[in-house]
């Protein structure tokens, strides 16, 4: 959905450098969630966050990884050290909680990130 | 914990006929929410059709209908007179809802159709 803003759409990294990965959700949403999508599989829920909550990080690898959604400014995830495992498209979606049903969540077009 | 399972990796289609992309589901609760998605080779992921558990009627948007067979836990997606445009992964989703219908967006996907459709 256009209203879910992510960006950079491509990120190419160097193995140990950092990744920095950022989301503004459509307006008027305060709740964002970070999904992976590795080469040739499904999406796979890493974070759920609302303005400056972690609500569930289940999804997330225990190192290396973390994500924030301040008080003002995107959302952002964050991946240090990245390894080539890493390649994969991130993709942000905002969620509007009392809406039920469908449309619920809202995807952006993704970040590709490539680990040479 | 719930799972999505799509058996079909690829699927051809010849343009303006119907196709079925099949997908099962297996999850322990009571409410839910099935979902379908279109990623075109551009990368986006596009909402299609949603249904909910206890919707009595198969849901329909469009070209696109949900087979819900809820005794069988398959959602299948048809999608009648098919486009060249349809060609793209396609990819069922669950989620737990609560029972207003409300839920946090946590999704559980399948790993995908190819879905080609030939002139």
């Known amino acids: 959905n256009a209203g879910v803003m992510q960006n950079p759409r491509h990120l190419v990294r160097r193995r140990g450098q950092e990744a920095r990965l950022r989301c503004s959700p459509m307006k008027g949403h305060s709740h964002v969630y970070w999904y992976r999508q590795l080469p040739e599989e499904g999406l796979k829920f890493m974070v759920y966050l609302q303005k400056e909550n972690i609500i569930d990080e289940s999804g997330m690898p225990k190192e290396r990884f973390s994500a924030e959604f301040p008080k003002e400014g995107p959302s952002i995830l964050r991946i240090q050290q990245v390894v080539r495992g890493d390649s994969a498209a991130y993709f942000c979606a905002s969620y509007f909680p009392d809406r039920v049903g469908a449309g619920e969540l809202f995807f952006g077009e993704g970040s590709r990130l490539t680990v040479l | 914990a719930q799972k999505i399972t799509q058996t079909q990796p690829g699927m051809f289609v010849q343009e303006k006929e119907a196709v079925t992309l099949d997908c099962t589901y297996d999850?322990?609760?009571?409410?839910?929410?099935l979902f379908w998605y279109k990623q075109p080779s551009s990368g986006e992921m596009i909402f299609l059709i949603y249904q909910g558990s206890y919707d009595q009627q198969n849901a329909t948007e469009g070209r696109y209908s949900l087979n819900f067979q809820k005794a069988r836990k398959s959602a299948n997606l048809v999608i009648s007179a098919s486009q060249l445009g349809d060609s793209a992964m396609y990819f069922c989703a669950i989620k737990k809802e609560n029972a207003g219908g409300t839920s946090y967006g946590k999704l559980t996907f399948g790993q995908g159709t190819i879905l080609t459709v030939h002139p």
């Open positions: 999850t322990s609760d009571p409410s839910y929410g």
